[in-house]
């Protein structure tokens, strides 16, 4: 079993930077894809930006250039670097993880970004 935690979402004017944090704990295997989704009040939730074991990366058109997601293997932990938000960035953020081993998906409780104008 895996956990996942996220951490720092919050209140942000347009224009401004956030960093979030997913710790994972529990049996994560090696082989996996870590990504970011968010869910907007009314909106179905949407792939933010997805990373490999390898590292290799994937974006949403709406986030390139402006987000960055990172993982640290040593530590369990996933990042997400937020720059140039806008008010259309404003939702809930999960995390999430895809053990290849196991088979098995995984999400966060979600943490709240709001971006206001």
């Known amino acids: 079993q895996v956990q996942l935690v996220e951490s720092g979402g919050g209140l942000v004017q347009t224009g401004g930077s956030l960093r979030l944090s997913c710790a994972a704990s529990g049996s994560v295997s090696r082989v996996n894809l870590v990504a970011w989704y968010r869910q907007a009040p009314g909106k179905q939730r949407e792939l933010v930006a997805s990373?490999?074991?390898?590292?290799?990366?994937m974006y949403a058109d709406s986030v390139k250039g402006r987000f960055s997601i990172s993982r640290d293997n040593a530590k369990n932990t996933l990042y997400l670097q937020m720059n140039s938000l806008k008010p259309e960035d404003t939702a809930v953020y999960f995390c999430n993880l895809n053990d290849y081993q196991s088979g098995r998906q995984y999400w966060g409780q979600g943490t709240q970004v709001t971006v206001s104008s």
């Open positions: 990373i490999g074991s390898g590292g290799n990366t």
